[in-house]
C-alpha cells in the first residue's frame, strides 16, 4: 500500500495524518505522523487490532481516531482487490 493520508475532524480540530506501511520479517506495522515531532507506530496484531507502540502521542481518543481509520482503509482496499 502507498502512504496515504488521513483527513478528519476530532474534537473540533482538523488531522492530516500522513501514514505509511511497512512490512518487516512477516509484521505489518503502520507509521501515522501527525506532524513532525508526533508519530506514532501502529502494529497489527494477529486479532486484526491495532496496537500503538513508542508513541509520543498521550491523547488516547486520537490514537483511537488513527488506528479506526488505517483499519477502515485497510479493509476496504482488501475487499474491492
Do not use: C, H, S
Not at 13 to 20: A, C, D, G, H, S
Not at 52 to 71: E, F, S, W, Y
Amino acid at each position: 500500500m502507498e502512504p496515504f493520508i488521513l483527513d478528519f475532524d476530532l474534537e473540533g480540530k482538523n488531522y492530516l495524518v500522513q501514514v505509511t506501511e511497512l512490512q518487516l520479517n512477516g509484521i505489518t506495522q503502520f507509521v501515522a505522523e501527525v506532524n513532525a515531532d508526533r508519530k506514532v507506530v501502529y502494529t497489527l496484531q494477529k486479532n486484526g487490532t491495532l496496537q500503538p507502540d513508542g508513541d509520543k502521542i498521550r491523547d488516547v481518543p486520537l490514537l483511537n481516531a488513527i488506528a479506526t481509520r488505517i483499519l477502515e482503509l485497510k479493509n476496504a482496499v482488501e475487499r474491492n482487490g
